[in-house]
């Protein structure tokens, strides 16, 4: 009987009051991992109670120990760094390299937020009229509540909670049922760094506890990364609740492929970009727009590197395509690849085909259409998984018009040799991050991650000093003498 996980409340293991448990599965290999509670809005309110008390004090240590703990954290990270990126593969299914990639990503952002005695500072003018100044000061908000998708087990809570910790608020994280492992050793280890108690907390579950977060009045502002419509609802129904909210939603995020680009760089880009992580990433490439009369040459290039990706558990050397999250999602891509066929794209690699997709383990070989069109299903929706859309036009301006189509716009792409064109592109594109000549335009934790449309709900972004300002809240102080 595989072991039922308990919430992190309080600095301590506590089981769920629910009885309802959902199976953690290996994604390569469908073993049952561990079963995750589906926690309710009691248990939520238990971790609030905790996370409320715990700000009482935190809110109140100088700056400079809270960011000695983050020190502390940052080492005992780099210590586990293999651990972590083999719980990684197992819960999630990317391959070992991909991700020991993503713990070196949290470790970016426990980096960035132990700055906070710099990151935290006000600002002061000292005669804003004769005999009067003027001082902005920073504090924390209050409990902070982070609600986190299944791809990015580490680094996406990572992008959340240390800042907002490093801020002085304490948090509550409702991980991915889906990969709910990675988020329970990052407490353990960050508990043994110095942190106190209550601090940081952990509610596994679903619908529930998302919705237990998101009414209860003692947390004072929501994180959010995952699909477009949850990203809506959550954002209109924390604000709703008189909460601050950012929430970062889905992608279809387009590559472009001018005449003049390096095909072969390109062609590298472009494959990692799109069948990395299985697909399963917010920046995945899951369109190329190839521009002029190279798209004969583009898409045999593609097939051809496609052709070599070697497809199998995540967990064994040479592995680059592992198997997507679930069954379910499986079945869901499937159903895409035959609805593309129906539409009349022409599918030029079929992943269906290959033979890791018909074993144990939820896998998909790379797939490929070409001939895509703006008015398909498989060109607007999401599909999150190993398959790509080769769109062709005739001028750059087109391949722009195809992307702003989108509802969507966290990421675009463009390979060209001209800096003109890569003016013209980065001028008229409305996506928020943008790579020139690169696949996977992921900024640094010390930038923000600034989706645009309906990919992100809200004002400011997660990272970098927009986080700053999320986590924290200010004081205006006007004083005569
Ligand atoms: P998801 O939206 O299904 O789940 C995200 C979180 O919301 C999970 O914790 C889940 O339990 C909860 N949730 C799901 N449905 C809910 C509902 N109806 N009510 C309340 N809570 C609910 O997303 P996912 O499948 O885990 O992750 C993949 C998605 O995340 C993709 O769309 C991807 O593009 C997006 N994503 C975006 C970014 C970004 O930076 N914009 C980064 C990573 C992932």
């Known amino acids: 009987m595989a072991e039922i996980l308990k919430n992190w409340i309080g600095g301590t293991w506590v089981a769920s009051e629910s009885t309802t448990n959902e199976p953690v599965y290996n994604p390569a290999t469908e073993e049952v991992l561990a079963l995750v509670p589906i926690s309710t809005k009691g248990d939520v309110d238990r971790a609030a109670h905790a996370a409320k008390a715990a700000f009482e004090t935190w809110s109140r240590t100088p700056v400079p120990r809270r960011a000695r703990v983050l020190f502390k954290y940052q080492q005992l990270l780099v210590d586990h760094w293999e651990e972590l990126a083999k719980l990684v593969t197992k819960e999630n299914g990317k391959s070992y390299n991909e991700a020991y990639g993503e713990v070196q990503r949290g470790i970016e952002c426990v980096e960035f937020a132990a700055g906070a005695p710099n990151l935290m500072m006000g600002k002061q003018l000292p005669d804003i009229a004769s005999n009067l100044e003027s001082g902005m000061y920073r504090y924390p908000v209050g409990v902070v509540g982070g609600i986190t998708p299944f791809n990015f087990p580490m680094m996406v ?52 506890v998302v919705n237990g977060i998101l009414e209860h009045k003692d947390i004072k502002a929501i994180s959010f990364v995952g699909s477009q419509p949850v990203a809506e609802y959550i954002y209109k129904t924390a604000s709703a609740h008189g909460k601050r909210v950012q929430a970062l939603a889905g992608a279809k995020n387009h590559s472009i492929v001018m005449p003049d680009a390096d095909l072969d760089g390109s062609v590298k880009e472009i494959i990692n970009a799109a069948f990395g992580s299985a697909g399963e990433r917010c920046m995945a490439c ?36 592992g198997p997507v999250i679930r069954g379910a999602h499986k079945e869901r891509t499937l159903k895409y690849i035959e609805i593309g066929e129906n539409e009349g794209a022409l599918l030029i690699r079929d992943g269906r085909k290959d033979a890791a997709s018909s074993g144990e383990g939820y896998f998909v070989g790379p797939t490929i259409f070409d001939q895509v069109s703006s008015d398909m299903k498989i060109w607007e929706d999401e599909i999150f998984a190993p398959v790509l859309s080769v769109v062709r036009v005739p001028t750059l301006e087109e ?49 923000p991650f600034s989706g645009w449309k309906n990919s992100f709900y809200g004002d400011l972004h997660a990272n970098g000093t927009d986080g700053v300002e999320f986590y924290t809240r200010k004081k205006m102080v006007t004083a005569r003498w």
């Open 399 to 447: 391949a722009v018009e195809v992307s702003n189509r989108s509802e969507l716009g966290n990421g675009a792409c463009l390979f060209t040799k001209s800096g003109s064109s890569a003016r013209q592109f980065r001028e008229t594109i409305e996506s928020g991050m943008l790579g020139i000549n690169l696949g996977v335009p992921a900024p640094m934790a010390f930038f």
């Open 286 to 321: 899951s369109v190329v727009v190839a521009v002029g009369d190279i798209g004969d040459e583009l898409v045999n290039k593609l097939v051809e590197a496609a052709n070599q990706l070697t497809i199998g558990n995540g967990a064994n050397d040479g592995v680059f395509l």
């Open 157 to 208: 809570p990572c992008w959340m909670f240390p800042l907002a910790i490093a801020c002085g608020n304490t948090f509550i994280l409702k991980p991915s049922e889906r990969t709910p492992l990675l988020a329970g050793r990052l407490a353990e280890l960050f508990k043994e760094a110095g942190l106190p108690d209550g601090v940081f907390n952990i509610v596994h579950g679903s619908h529930d």
